[in-house]
């Protein structure tokens, strides 16, 4: 039996991505069988806890803090943990054992330009000293750890495979399901979906000059529904959409909650994420998983989520999107085998086989 601890400070900062990452992972952990023995780290200020089963442990060091790896090293000590999970890349210097590390992307690093300075500084500085004191590395797909080979000369044997689950809400529902979320919301009957942070990495403006192309070629064109916080940049993006006129074409919903959020993807006509780069490109999953068809980006991690559902697109290339986008529309025949084909390929990811992934990495490295 091992002493185990997962950092879960940042939820208590931030919400989405990482943070769900790490509920789901300490939920479905809590769901198998093992003798090792679990310790969820939060933050003082975190209300929510995370996990139901495991115990709490309080801490005072902030994520992404200057001092950080120091300051939390020294309250983890006393905790004589055999092994510390990061699933936010950075660890302590020493917060236990042996350490496991979460790299879910290498945006810092591939697109710099497209961070805050405060991220760039955070991350940039310190990847390459975290990849080192790592004593395992889990990757949320290939792409990613095709990027630390290539990228910071990580060694293959050094990192696992660990893609995300998805959550048993995100299912196809009854038209009378959603119909009061989509009311709420204040959403027309369906769209053309994006779900994700506004911000330059996600090409919205590639996404937003495609169906201006198309805009004259469908007499009933769907608006273009944007789920998501402002990033950096949002306001270019938001420049963009007046440029080009598209006003009365596009819906921007900023607050949308988890449990609104599958009605969502159900309305949809499709899901389309034209990204430059994703390290797994969870909400392409989760609409899958409604049964919307995705069309995606063709590069990084986008095409082993997405298998042969859907569609890939160039995401540099406008005609490429607004091809994609005519097909899906037009084609009713096309879209129905492809809604099949999203939900059987979204059964594929669980977050049981992602937890079970996590423990076999926790027992090998303690």
């Known amino acids: 039996m091992s002493r185990i601890g997962i950092d879960a400070r940042l939820p208590a900062y931030r919400d989405g991505g990482i943070s769900t990452y790490t509920r789901q992972l300490v939920s479905a952990l809590e769901g198998l069988q093992t003798e090792h023995e679990f310790t969820i780290v939060h933050h003082r200020k975190g209300k929510e806890r995370i996990g139901k089963r495991f115990p709490r442990l309080n801490v005072w060091t902030p994520p992404h803090n200057r001092v950080e790896r120091l300051s939390l090293s020294l309250e983890l000590l006393p905790q004589h943990f055999d092994v510390l999970h990061s699933p936010d890349f950075i660890p302590p210097y020493r917060g236990a054992q042996h350490h496991v590390i979460t790299v879910h992307d290498l945006t810092f690093l591939h697109f710099p330009h497209y961070l805050t300075a405060d991220a760039r500084r955070y991350y940039n500085a310190q990847i390459d000293a975290a990849c080192r004191h790592a004593d395992h590395i889990l990757a949320v797909s290939s792409a990613t750890r095709n990027d630390l080979i290539g990228i910071l000369n990580v060694t293959q ?102 449990e609104q959020l599958p009605a969502v993807y159900n309305r949809a006509a499709v899901f389309i994420s034209p990204s430059h780069y994703e390290g797994f490109g969870m909400p392409a999953l989760e609409a899958m998983a409604c049964g919307t068809v995705p069309i995606v980006s063709n590069r990084s991690s986008l095409p082993e989520v997405v298998g042969d559902v859907g569609l890939l697109v160039e995401p540099d290339n406008t005609n490429s999107i607004a091809d994609a986008l005519l097909l899906a529309l037009s084609d009713t025949q096309w879209l129905d085998i492809n809604r099949s084909a999203a939900i059987e390929r979204a059964k594929q990811f669980t977050w049981e086989r992602s937890a079970k992934i996590a423990l076999d990495v926790y027992t090998r490295v303690s």
């Open 157 to 258: 044997d050094k990192i696992t495979v660990q893609p995300h689950g998805v959550n048993a809400r995100y299912r196809p529902l009854p038209r009378e399901v959603s119909q009061k979320v989509i009311e709420d919301l204040e959403l027309p009957p369906t769209y053309i979906l994006h779900v994700g942070t506004l911000e330059p990495r996600k090409n919205i403006i590639g996404l937003l000059r495609a169906y201006r192309e198309i805009l004259s070629q469908l007499s009933e064109l769907p608006p273009v529904v944007l789920i998501g916080r402002p990033g950096w940049l949002f306001e270019e993006t938001w420049q963009q959409i007046e440029a080009l006129q598209l006003q009365d074409h596009v819906i921007w919903r900023q607050h949308v909650t988890d």
